[in-house]
């Protein structure tokens, strides 16, 4: 029951993300999102992190902010900071926080942007506020964390020294493929603009 909510506010979140991005693929424009993805965190996670911050079980919903979690991956860097900007401007949701670790990355050469918004879902019981996540990063980004993560999954957390070295030396390589492909951006979205174009007088043909 618990974690009902939640998971109403994680459905309903990928449908309004996932409309923004229809809403530039409607108008024929380039999209600063890539794909959403969303989910809510087992119980055994959140359990796990309330120990590790020392969160009392009647605090959880007030101090773990991620128990709700969505991601908005982007092709380029600057989609990322257009994506905030929309999320800035919404008024169905309030922004309470931004950690930006793109300008200033982790230690462990973790790169994201990430938004905590209170966000109201409407219960049987009535309106609910709850804490959500917002994570927008590149592909690039999200290829290094996801295997961050497994990998701090494979040793509890512990990532032996060597393969730290190789991780950030991976997620500083994944920073400047980004940083070069934004430099050949325009060229790419002519390109991909010619495609669609094209896709879509082959369809109306097939009509």
């Not at 809403?23 to 969303?38: C, K, L, N």
């Not at 973790?110 to 409407?122: C, G, K, L, N, T």
């Not at 010619?194 to 369809?203: G, L, N």
């Amino acid at each position: 029951m618990f974690l009902a909510p939640y998971n109403q506010a994680v459905d309903e979140l990928k449908v309004k993300l996932r409309g923004m991005r229809a809403q530039y693929e409607y108008g024929s424009m380039h999209s600063p999102i890539e794909f959403v993805t969303g989910r809510v965190k087992p119980i055994k996670s959140i359990l796990s992190k309330a120990k590790k911050k020392q969160t009392p079980h009647n605090h959880l919903e007030y101090e773990i902010q991620d128990i709700a979690g969505l991601r908005v991956v982007c092709q380029f860097v600057d989609d990322i900071y257009t994506v905030v900007d929309m999320l800035r401007r919404r008024k169905d949701f309030e922004i309470i926080e931004e950690k930006d670790y793109i300008t200033k990355k982790k230690d462990s050469g973790y790169r994201s942007f990430h938004v905590i918004i209170e966000y109201p879902v409407e219960t049987i019981h009535g309106e609910k506020m709850l804490l959500a996540e917002i994570q927008i990063r590149t592909l690039a980004m999200n290829f290094w964390a996801t295997n961050e993560h497994s990998l701090n999954y494979k040793y509890s957390g512990q990532i032996p020294i060597d393969v730290q070295s190789r991780l950030k030396r991976a997620s500083e390589a994944a920073f400047q493929l980004d940083e070069e492909m934004s430099k050949i951006r325009n060229e790419i979205q002519e390109a991909q603009a010619i495609f669609r174009h094209k896709h879509d007088d082959e369809t109306d043909d097939d009509s």
